[in-house]
């Protein structure tokens, strides 16, 4: 079974910095991608960032310029580092791990974190 425990969330103001992990249970070599996606009550969850295997990396546009997703590989950790950070980007942040597979009608499986609630408030 795949864990994927996220931590770091909390409080900042306006135009401040957190720096988000997502710690898995097992080698980030087995997962195909992982990723950040966030979601407020009453939308749909969003993407924010993911990085694959090969380190490509692909961000939301409001994230570009501001986010930047990273992996330590011996640490089995992914990191979302948020700076510049604005009110509309408080939400509940959800880490990703996605793992190809032909064994799945949709292609491949999925896992997410528990989530962490980040709040951009003055």
């Known amino acids: 079974q795949v864990r994927l425990v996220e931590s770091g969330g909390g409080l900042v103001p306006p135009g401040g910095s957190l720096r988000l992990s997502c710690a898995t249970s097992r080698s980030i070599f087995s997962f195909d991608s992982m990723g950040w996606y966030r979601q407020v009550p009453g939308k749909l969850r969003e993407l924010v960032a993911t990085?694959?295997?090969?380190?490509?990396?692909n961000y939301a546009d409001s994230a570009k310029g501001r986010f930047t997703i990273s992996r330590d590989n011996a640490k089995k950790t992914v990191y979302l580092q948020m700076d510049s950070l604005r009110p509309e980007d408080t939400a509940v942040y959800y880490c990703?791990?996605?793992?190809?597979?032909?064994?799945?009608?949709?292609?491949?499986?999925?896992?997410w974190g528990q989530g962490t609630l980040v709040t951009v408030s003055s």
């Open positions: 990703n791990a996605m793992i190809r597979t032909v064994a799945t009608a949709k292609g491949y499986l999925e896992y």
């Open positions: 990085i694959t295997s090969g380190d490509s990396t």
